[in-house]
């Protein structure tokens, strides 16, 4: 056998024992939750609510700018609903 299958071979267990050892050691996005104490999931609630909030705004201006009849024209519509911080 010459060098460069062993290479290859060798680069990639090495690079299948990375990613296996990856796969068994990284936690899930909800085991880390669980592990949060209460007042770091109330930060985290009021965080994403605050994302939320702030994709629902990005949404309107991305729709507003795709039309093409200008903002002065248009009647106004309402707001999207925000959730409320805790």
Sequence with gaps: MGNYPKAFAVGFGIVGLGY???VTTVPTEEQLYQKLSPELKKQYEVVKADQARREAFSDVLKRAAADPEPM?????????ESPKAQ
Excluded at 72 to 80: D, H, L, V
């Design 72 to 80: 002065w024209i248009k009647k106004k519509t309402p707001a999207p």
């Design 20 to 22: 296996a050892l990856m």
